[in-house]
């Protein structure tokens, strides 16, 4: 059979299966092999909250959306093109992220009595149940045909079956005119050390592949070419990946040693594994045993003159409270990176959100202000980082960066960039005194204390948890209390002269101005540049800089008549701004799902005040 291949400019793909079924590696290869052919890419990964959930179970399934393009991509996608469903419960949990003329592709094999029945289905009718029978429904014995595929590979059963996803992967390599070259060296570099998986997992690819081009089920297939993008080296990156490095990149442009301590927590372990790996850069890390030891091994690394880091989400950030009150007086340079899940408490782990922006700002007891820095992508984690860490060293205070769940695992497209291009981070160590030595005399600038190492002759002080005065020396004066609170506090405010002004996208005065922060930025860029096109009077303002707010932000904030501030909470930030910048009103659209914003969500709330 000829199939026409289309031409399209971009296409959305979603994987979904059992946790046991493969699907996140699916998903990051067919996203891998088409960030390599050029494609612009963003992805979402869905992970199941609970750690293995009854098989077949719609509490039990794992999902990957990926959204790749020959233009810029900025999300992940609303709604999939392709919807793959290795099972009754996938297909039950995912077929409302289909859109209407979705190819749905389902591994017939496991639509038996058993799977239809544990995935909680009314009758023994899914499609009919579901409403989906005017779909373009691939209904492909996947089971069966991964077993014959590997009759004669040596493999047992279990190992078999666990080969599905690849013959899944070929059939949309198929559809989607991709190369599986890509896979075939990720195969062999996977099995180094288990040769005889290798030729398996290849020949079941390859009659995935196979499969698909013969059925008459698929009648066209589907070209995504490479996208234009500016010259230089790109890979493919995520969020927490992109943490990782930016802190390395600090540490080299600091000329400090990197210390990181912390405690495992999802979304935010792979930070603390990442930079594991680099002990050749001069990385150290620290697995302790709880959250609280873990914010003080990097405070006591930051006192010897580490750059020093710990990482967290939401649950951990609150045991680290104490802790953070003591960098904060202490003033000792310090990055905290919350990587923000659903919660409160336990939470859903592995489900994303913006609910902890007042705990990052107010979250400690007494007056204790905080510089609190938001990334807006996977990419942009690699300069969020670099950043917090800069103004933590240099401002001789801790800052937080908050980034999120739907960052740290989602990847995109990023520009290794070159780090002469990245500005010098400058200690402030001192190595002798004139007179007595004291360590919170201030820069006039920053208000900055100098950096005085432990065992520089000469320099010997105290810091600690209890309130001191210039010198150093412990003080419940009252006088004192209140100046020490008020200057700790001004050098957070003055951090607003180092950091860029609020850029809107789009026209700088006009009806509506959307607001935003943090990983939102890609859904409600697009969605006012939609609303863009169409002529409509709509900028967006997003900001990375919390506290401080850029110091612009009352004057762009005057030039539009109506301001709505859109976020994955309750309205923190809106209140936040009220706070801040009460001579405005603050239009609200929130979430909180667990899950991104759809942009049609954001398109239909503006068009509603407008």
Same mark, same amino acid.
């Given at each position: 059979m000829q199939h026409k291949i289309i031409e399209t400019e971009d296409v959305v793909i979603r994987f979904a299966g059992d946790s046991g079924d493969g699907m996140q590696l699916t998903g990051t290869l067919f996203a891998d092999a088409s960030a390599l052919y050029g494609n612009e890419i963003s992805t979402f990964p869905d992970y199941p909250a609970e750690i293995r959930a009854p098989q077949g179970t719609v509490s039990g399934v794992s999902g990957f959306q990926v959204h790749i393009g020959s233009v810029k991509i900025n999300t992940p996608g609303d709604f999939c093109d392709v919807l793959v469903a290795m099972n009754p419960a996938a297909l039950k949990a995912n077929v409302k992220w289909a859109k209407p003329t979705a190819t749905i592709i389902v591994?017939?094999?496991?639509?038996?009595?058993?799977?239809?029945?544990?995935?909680?289905?009314?009758?023994?009718?899914?499609?009919?149940?579901?409403?989906?029978? =005017?779909?373009?429904?691939?209904?492909?014995?996947? +089971?069966t045909l991964t077993k014959e595929s590997l009759k004669d590979s040596g493999l047992d059963n279990k190992s078999i079956l666990r080969c599905k996803n690849m013959f899944t992967l070929g059939m949309c390599f198929f559809i989607f005119n991709k190369s599986l070259d890509y896979t075939y060296e990720y195969l062999e570099k996977k099995f180094k050390k288990k040769p005889n998986l290798i030729a398996p997992n290849k020949k079941v690819l390859f009659d995935g592949y196979n499969y698909a081009s013969n059925i008459h089920a698929i009648a066209d297939t589907y070209l995504v070419e490479p996208a234009k993008q500016e010259k230089g080296t790109y890979r493919n990156i995520n969020g927490n990946q992109a943490t990782a490095w930016g802190l390395l990149a600090a540490s080299e442009k600091s000329g400090l040693p990197l210390f990181c301590?912390?405690?495992?927590?999802?979304?935010?372990?792979?930070?603390?594994?990442? !930079?594991?790996?680099?002990?050749?850069?001069?990385?150290?890390?620290?697995?302790?045993?709880?959250? @609280?030891?873990?914010? *003080?091994?990097?405070?006591?690394?930051?006192y010897a003159g580490n750059l020093a880091v710990t990482t967290t989400s939401g649950p951990g950030l609150s045991l680290k409270s104490e802790a953070l009150g003591l960098a904060q007086i202490t003033e000792l340079p310090l990055v905290i990176v919350d990587v923000q899940r659903s919660g409160p408490s +336990?939470?859903?782990?592995?489900?994303?959100?913006?609910?902890? !922006?007042?705990?990052?700002?107010?979250?400690? %007891?007494?007056? *204790?202000? @905080?510089?609190?820095?938001?990334?807006?992508? #996977?990419?942009?984690?690699?300069?969020?980082?670099?950043?917090?860490?800069?103004?933590?060293?240099?401002?001789?205070?801790?800052?937080? /960066?908050?980034?999120?769940?739907?960052?740290?695992?989602?990847?995109?497209?990023?520009?290794?960039?070159?780090? &002469?291009?990245?500005?010098?981070?400058?200690?402030?160590?001192?190595?002798?005194?004139?007179?007595?030595?004291?360590?919170?005399?201030?820069? #006039?600038?920053?208000? $900055?204390r100098k950096w005085a190492l432990p065992g520089t002759a000469g320099l010997e002080h105290r810091v600690g948890g209890l309130e001191k005065n210039t010198a150093g020396v412990i003080s419940s004066d009252p006088q004192n209390h209140e100046k020490m609170c008020a200057e700790r506090a001004e050098k957070v405010s003055r951090l607003a002269n180092y950091i860029p002004d609020i850029q809107v996208i789009g026209e700088e005065s006009g009806e509506v101005l959307v607001v935003g922060w943090g990983g939102t930025f890609g859904h409600l860029f697009t969605a006012v540049?939609?609303?863009?096109?169409?002529? &409509?009077?709509?900028?967006?303002?997003?900001? =990375?800089?919390?506290?401080?707010?850029?110091?612009?932000?009352?004057?762009?904030?005057?030039?539009?008549? &109506?301001?709505?501030?859109?976020? !994955? %909470?309750?309205?923190?930030?809106?209140?936040? /701004?009220? $706070?801040?910048?009460p001579q405005f009103k603050y239009e609200q659209l929130n979430k909180v799902q667990g899950q991104p914003f759809i942009v049609k969500e954001v398109i239909d709330a503006v068009n509603n005040i407008l």
């Open positions: 591994d017939a094999d496991t639509f038996d009595e058993k799977g239809i029945q544990r995935a909680g289905y009314a009758t023994q009718d899914p499609i009919a149940e579901l409403n989906i029978q =005017d779909r373009n429904l691939i209904l492909a014995p996947i +089971t301590g912390s405690y495992p927590i999802t979304p935010a372990t792979a930070i603390l594994e990442e !930079l594991a790996i680099y002990k050749n850069l001069g990385a150290k890390t620290v697995q302790a045993e709880d959250e @609280i030891a873990g914010i *003080c091994t990097a405070i006591g690394a930051a +336990t939470g859903i782990p592995t489900k994303t959100e913006q609910t902890d !922006l007042n705990q990052a700002l107010y979250g400690r %007891n007494g007056e *204790c202000p @905080i510089a609190v820095i938001a990334s807006h992508s #996977p990419s942009h984690c690699f300069d969020a980082a670099f950043y917090a860490a800069k103004y933590a060293v240099e401002h001789m205070m801790p800052v937080i /960066l908050l980034s999120e769940g739907f960052l740290g695992n989602g990847s995109e497209p990023w520009k290794i960039p070159s780090m &002469k291009d990245y500005p010098e981070i400058i200690p402030p160590v001192i190595k002798s005194s004139e007179g007595a030595f004291q360590p919170y005399q201030r820069d #006039p600038e920053t208000f $900055a540049s939609t609303l863009q096109a169409e002529g &409509k009077s709509v900028s967006l303002a997003h900001f =990375d800089f919390i506290n401080p707010l850029p110091k612009n932000s009352a004057e762009v904030f005057s030039k539009f008549k &109506k301001i709505i501030v859109c976020e !994955l %909470n309750s309205g923190q930030f809106a209140d936040y /701004l009220r $706070a801040k910048l």
